[in-house]
């Protein structure tokens, strides 16, 4: 329902103009014979509309109209008068007037076409306030953001920006951001970053970037910045639209972080070295120990110290693995050769091969070569294997890898077990390895054969975890 205030001096005017407009329904009016008794209503109530005649004592239409806007009200308001020169049209819609209205001899017309008027202005003004109001919120969001906002015209000019962002080029207005043109702005031409704009406003390709700049203040920073093209229309390209990151500290800690790791790798190698040349000293004597007329309780004694010396190996055979995981970013792999580079040290003898797997690449550690290892390994060493196959199917949005063999299979309550460390003669620390290298990037890996019917491990690969091989981004 739409509230009208309707403002005439005329008494026997209001009644009819009333009666007219609340014959729709969609309309309720209320009437006042004065300026002055308009004023008061909009004091006491809220409307929608003023529809208000120009000629009236004491203050005029013009008057009441001046008269509200000096209060802000942004509320539609109509003049509806017999006084219709052009002067009075001229200063009504000047002063703030949303429609003017001549009064005229057919009734049934006007009351039509103020009806419509009135219909239309409140939508006008609606559509208004909620386009101010998201306005509002836009600036609000940009201003306050986290990150650097920039806004360019087709020729790069900068033509929006928000504080933050004088930080980041090293500016001290809002002012200088508006004079830089990212094409030719030397900062960012040394840096290379005008060739991704110059990029994105040829080929309307945006995209994720990372760059060092040294800004106005001679700052050098680590500069990551997400861009897209703005258009007019469908097609035309009219600017671009950029956020900006400083990541100078995390790069900084990134950095610091890969030194420490070199420097903990590098000690834990040479202590490695040392001791497997000790452990070699000690089992080479422990051969040398035993012979013929041994007593058996001194051969069960050496036996005994091998078995602990042969542990020792396996536990820093298990450091070096896995303190591997995690050191290297996870990258794009194409299976195919993943699997070819996992079987090349490997002799799979008599055991036959079968592979039906996509034409796919997986974003994983780059050890998931040594996932694949360990799982033909196993399968080689376990007694009475003849196949080993590897198969694929879609799940919902996920690529399920299926690996299997025909041995023995795992027991039913070892299913869980066998990813445990140092669980089983055969597997070792393999599969509790694998299943750390794959968890990096949300793969996850189960057994799900049957026993006595051979090995099933199924590799769950979700979805952004996979691409067409060669295609970056299809899936």
């Known amino acids: 329902m739409i509230r009208v205030l309707l403002i005439d001096d005329e008494p026997d005017l209001l009644v009819m103009v009333k009666l007219f407009?609340?014959?729709?329904?969609?309309?309720?009016?209320?009437?006042?014979?004065?300026?002055?008794e308009g004023l008061r209503f909009l004091a006491a109530s809220r409307f929608d509309a003023i529809v208000c005649d120009y000629m009236m004592p004491g203050m005029n239409g013009i008057e009441l109209?001046?008269?509200?806007?000096?209060?802000?009200?942004?509320?539609?308001?109509?003049?509806?008068?017999?006084?219709?020169?052009?002067?009075v049209v001229i200063e009504a819609l000047n002063n703030g007037a949303d429609f003017y209205l001549q009064k005229g001899?057919?009734?049934?017309?006007?009351?039509?076409?103020?009806?419509?008027?009135?219909?239309?202005?409140?939508?006008?003004?609606?559509?208004?306030?909620?386009?101010?109001?998201?306005?509002?919120?836009?600036?609000?969001?940009?201003?306050?953001?986290?990150?650097?906002?920039?806004a360019t015209d087709a020729g790069g000019n900068v033509?929006?920006?928000?504080?933050?962002?004088?930080?980041?080029?090293?500016?001290?207005?809002?002012?200088?951001?508006?004079?830089?043109?990212?094409?030719?702005?030397?900062?960012?031409?040394?840096?290379g970053i005008l060739v991704d704009f110059e990029h994105c406003l040829q080929s309307g390709e945006g995209g994720t970037f990372e760059h060092y700049y040294v800004n106005e203040k001679g700052k050098k920073i680590f500069l990551r910045y997400?861009?897209?093209?703005?258009?007019?229309?469908?097609?035309?390209?009219?600017?671009?639209?950029?956020?900006?990151?400083?990541?100078?500290?995390?790069?900084?800690?990134?950095?610091?972080?890969?030194?420490?790791?070199?420097?903990?790798?590098?000690?834990?190698?040479?202590?490695?070295?040392?001791?497997?040349?000790?452990?070699?000293?000690?089992?080479?004597?422990?051969?040398?120990?035993?012979?013929d007329r041994m007593d058996e309780s001194m051969r069960e004694f050496i036996e005994k110290e091998e078995v602990?010396?042969?542990?020792?190996?396996?536990q820093i055979r298990f450091n070096k693995d896995y303190q591997d995981i995690g050191v290297h970013s996870p990258q794009w792999q194409n299976l195919s050769s993943t699997l070819n580079k996992a079987l090349m040290t490997l002799n799979l003898g008599k055991i036959?091969?079968?592979?039906?797997?996509?034409e796919i690449e997986i974003y994983a550690n780059p050890l998931l070569e040594k996932v694949f290892f360990n799982l033909f390994n196993n399968s080689i060493r376990t007694e009475g294997v003849r196949t080993i196959a590897l198969s694929a199917r879609k799940e919902g949005r996920a690529w399920v890898l299926i690996y299997q063999d025909d041995g023995p299979g795992v027991e039913k309550d070892e299913k869980e077990l066998i990813f445990e460390r140092e669980y089983g003669k055969v597997?070792?620390?393999?599969?509790?390895?694998?299943?750390?290298?794959?968890?990096?990037?949300?793969?996850?890996?189960?057994?799900?054969?049957?026993?006595?019917?051979?090995?099933?491990?199924?590799?769950?690969?979700?979805?952004?975890?996979?691409?067409?091989?060669?295609?970056?981004?299809?899936?």
Not at 442 to 470: C, K, M, N, Q
């Open 21 to 36: 407009l609340e014959q729709d329904g969609d309309l309720e009016v209320t009437t006042a014979e004065s300026a002055q």
């Open 65 to 87: 109209l001046k008269t509200l806007r000096g209060m802000d009200l942004t509320i539609p308001i109509i003049i509806f008068t017999g006084k219709g020169n052009e002067e």
């Open 105 to 150: 001899s057919d009734p049934r017309e006007k009351m039509q076409q103020l009806q419509q008027m009135i219909r239309d202005a409140v939508v006008k003004r609606q559509t208004t306030s909620l386009i101010v109001e998201s306005e509002k919120k836009y600036r609000a969001l940009v201003q306050y953001a986290p990150i650097g906002i920039l």
């Open 159 to 191: 033509v929006d920006s928000n504080p933050l962002l004088m930080s980041i080029l090293g500016t001290d207005t809002e002012e200088d951001v508006k004079k830089i043109n990212v094409l030719t702005y030397p900062p960012m031409v040394k840096s």
């Open 226 to 291: 997400r861009i897209r093209p703005l258009y007019a229309g469908k097609k035309k390209i009219s600017g671009i639209l950029a956020a900006l990151e400083d990541f100078t500290e995390w790069k900084s800690m990134e950095e610091a972080l890969k030194q420490a790791n070199k420097k903990l790798s590098l000690l834990s190698s040479v202590t490695r070295h040392d001791i497997n040349n000790q452990l070699t000293i000690l089992l080479g004597n422990l051969e040398l120990m035993k012979h």
């Open 308 to 314: 602990a010396a042969e542990r020792i190996k396996n």
């Open 352 to 358: 036959r091969l079968s592979l039906d797997l996509p």
């Open 427 to 475: 597997a070792g620390y393999g599969l509790f390895v694998s299943r750390e290298i794959l968890s990096i990037t949300d793969i996850s890996i189960r057994e799900t054969g049957e026993p006595g019917e051979g090995v099933r491990f199924e590799l769950w690969v979700p979805e952004h975890r996979y691409r067409v091989a060669g295609k970056p981004g299809m899936k």
